[in-house]
């Protein structure tokens, strides 16, 4: 018998979403290590609305035409011609609130194109910091849904299936889950969810210790901290706005 509930997926790598039938569900942009992170920061802490781009050179060019605050990150580090990188730190609310930020990471606002141009129904970011105000939105839309882990360099990540994982470990009553991804995800999520720093720490993830060698272990306490940040972040008309 056909389930009534909308289906969901999981695609572990931005190499993997031309699997899914993108067109006619809502995607949600997982980059935790640190883009959507500090997208939901950002939202959070007052900014007006932020432009994400794919590359350096785009966003110089309309950080000096809208006069907007300029930031990304290239492995992880702040991207040479930009003034900011992407720790939810550098966007405290005396600073951000009322402003443009554009910004452009390795991953996620990559994948986040990518959705757009396979004519997703919706795209919203998720991240730890707000989580919930991304289950509530998914099961109040009651549509198709893929989680969309923005991964690193197409590698399959840890940290983006963890969240994955913890948003089907809350959700799964009300979506119809054929899957096999999302199971993985679930099942890692469950093993890690009593301290996901430590099991992020003894599993030597990778992109937790790239950071981990620029100093940046306060980032990825934050980052892993659930509704730190809870607001939605839905894109709309070119940019990610306070749902």
Not at 171 to 193: G, P, R, V
Not at 225 to 236: G, K, Q, R
Request: glycine share 8%; charged share 20%.
């Amino acid at each position: 018998m056909k389930s009534s509930k909308p289906a969901l997926y999981t695609s572990l790598s931005p190499a993997l979403l031309h699997l899914y039938d993108v067109s006619s569900s809502i995607v949600v942009i997982i980059d935790v290590l640190r883009a959507t992170s500090t997208i939901a920061t950002v939202l959070f802490n007052g900014a007006k609305h932020i432009i994400p781009v794919d590359s350096v050179a785009e966003c110089i060019r309309i950080g000096k035409q809208i006069e907007g605050i300029t930031a990304g990150e290239r492995d992880g580090q702040i991207a040479p011609g930009l003034v900011y990188g992407n720790s939810p730190f550098e966007y405290p609310k005396e600073f951000i609130t009322g402003k443009t930020l554009v910004l452009t990471t390795t991953n996620g606002t990559k994948l986040l194109h990518m959705a757009l141009e396979r004519g997703a129904k919706g795209i919203i970011t998720g991240s730890f910091p707000n989580i919930s105000a991304v289950c509530d939105y998914l099961v109040a839309k009651n549509m198709p849904v893929i989680l969309g882990c923005a991964a690193w360099k197409d590698r399959v990540n840890i940290e983006d299936t963890l969240f994955a994982g913890a948003v089907i470990n809350r959700l799964k009553d009300h979506f119809d889950i054929n899957c096999d991804s999302s199971k993985l995800a679930e099942t890692l999520y469950n093993d890690a969810a009593p301290d996901l720093y430590e099991f992020m720490e003894q599993k030597y993830a990778s992109h937790f210790q790239r950071l981990s060698n620029y100093g940046l272990q306060n980032d990825i306490r934050y980052c892993l901290t659930p509704d730190s940040a809870n607001v939605l972040c839905v894109y709309e008309g070119g940019k990610l706005i306070k749902g």
